[in-house]
């Protein structure tokens, strides 16, 4: 669960998730080279459909991101890789 805090007001991430739940959440330890991929569904829960139990940071949260992980990829010195196929 990830809150969404109001940014700029273009709401093109929320959007794009609204029509197309599926997205991938990308880790990069710079110092090792690893990457953690995870592909997830997401769900936006809107401040009146939050349960209870989700408590809001000072109420300036007006949405919710709840990802649900569908495939878990880690690359062991992926991003060596890139820099050298850049090179």
Same mark, same amino acid.
């Given at each position: 669960l990830v809150d969404d805090y109001v940014g700029n007001g273009f709401f093109n991430t929320l959007g794009?998730?609204?029509?197309?739940?599926?997205?991938s959440l990308l880790f990069c330890d710079w110092h090792t080279g690893h990457v953690l991929k995870i592909?997830?569904?997401?769900?936006? !829960?809107?401040?009146?459909? /939050?349960?209870?139990?989700v408590v809001l940071t000072a109420g300036k949260v007006k949405r919710s991101l709840c990802f649900t992980p569908?495939?878990?990829?880690?690359?062991?010195?992926? !991003?060596?890789?890139?820099? /050298?196929v850049q090179a």
């Open positions: 794009n998730l609204l029509e197309n739940p599926m997205a592909a997830v569904s997401s769900e936006i !829960l809107w401040h009146d459909e /939050q349960k209870e139990s569908i495939k878990i990829e880690q690359f062991n010195n992926g !991003l060596a890789y890139i820099q /050298q």
